[in-house]
C-alpha cells in the first residue's frame, strides 16, 4: 500500500458506508466518509484524497454526475460501486470518468486490491506528468476546444463540458482528421486506464460527441458515417445537401 493512502467513502446506506469505512482502515488506511455529493465535494475541496469509492445511487447529486464533475478538475481515482448488474450504467459510469466499477454484494478483498493497484497507477502518473499547458484547439466551425478544461467553446459564448470519453474519442479525432477509423482504432485511443470499452461504446459516444458538436445525426456533417469502414472526422464540414 502506498504510505499515507487516503480514501473518500460516499454511500447514503450508514451499512455500506461503515463496512468499507471499517475495512480500510483495518487495512491501514486514513479514511473520510460521506452521505452525499454534496458533502463528498467540500471535503475533495479542503483536503485532497487519493482514490474515492463513490456509491451510484445518491440523493441529490448521484454518482455519475460527481464523477463527471470530478474528472474534469482531478486525476483522482475513482471507483465505482453500483447495486446494480447493468451494462449500460457501467459503460456510462466508465466513460464518465470512473477507472473501476463494482456490484454490491462486493468482496471486500477485491475491492482492496484494485483500490491499491489504482493508487498505485495514480500516484505513478501523477509522477511523471508535468502540469498541462492551457491549450484550446479548433475543432470545426464556429467550435473549439479548451483541453485542459476539457469542454467545447462556441463562438457564441456557449460552454459544453466532455465526459472523460467524450473528450478522450475527440481527441483522437483531431489526431487523425480525414481520416475513416476503424472503431477497433477509435477503441486503441479510449481505454480509461484499466477499462475495456466495446464497439457499442464507441457508438453511444459518437452520437453525444456529435450531439455536443451540434451535428445533425440524420445528416452529419463534421462526424461522418462510412457505413462497413467506420467513422470520419472531418474538421471543415461538408456542405449540407
Not at 208 to 229: E, Q, W, Y
Amino acid at each position: 500500500m502506498p504510505l499515507d493512502a487516503k480514501v473518500l467513502v460516499v454511500d447514503d446506506d450508514a451499512v455500506t458506508r461503515a463496512c468499507l469505512v471499517n475495512y480500510f482502515v483495518a487495512e491501514g488506511y486514513e479514511v473520510r466518509e460521506s452521505a452525499t455529493a454534496e458533502d463528498a465535494e467540500q471535503q475533495l475541496a479542503a483536503e485532497m484524497v487519493d482514490l474515492v469509492l463513490l456509491d451510484i445511487r445518491l440523493p441529490r447529486k448521484d454518482g455519475l454526475t460527481l464523477t463527471r464533475e470530478l474528472r474534469v478538475r482531478s486525476d483522482v481515482g475513482i471507483i465505482l460501486v453500483s447495486g446494480r448488474q447493468d451494462e449500460v450504467e457501467r459503460i456510462i459510469g466508465l466513460e464518465c470518468g470512473a477507472d473501476e466499477y463494482v456490484t454490491k454484494p462486493f468482496n471486500p478483498r477485491e475491492i482492496l486490491a484494485r483500490a491499491k493497484n489504482l493508487i498505485r497507477r495514480v500516484r505513478h502518473a501523477g509522477l511523471h506528468s508535468p502540469p498541462p499547458a492551457r491549450v484550446v484547439v479548433p475543432v470545426c466551425e464556429g467550435c473549439a476546444l479548451d483541453d485542459d478544461g476539457r469542454q467545447l467553446c462556441f463562438e457564441d459564448g456557449e460552454l459544453c463540458a466532455l465526459t472523460e470519453g467524450e473528450f478522450q474519442l475527440l481527441r483522437a479525432f483531431l489526431a487523425h482528421p480525414g481520416q475513416t477509423m476503424s472503431r477497433d482504432a477509435l477503441l486503441d485511443q479510449i481505454r480509461n486506464r484499466e477499462w475495456v470499452p466495446s464497439d457499442r461504446t464507441v457508438d453511444v459516444l459518437v452520437g453525444r460527441l456529435r450531439r455536443k458538436l451540434r451535428d445533425d445525426a440524420a445528416n452529419p456533417r463534421v462526424i461522418l458515417t462510412v457505413h462497413g469502414a467506420g467513422y470520419r472526422f472531418s474538421p471543415t464540414p461538408r456542405p449540407r445537401a
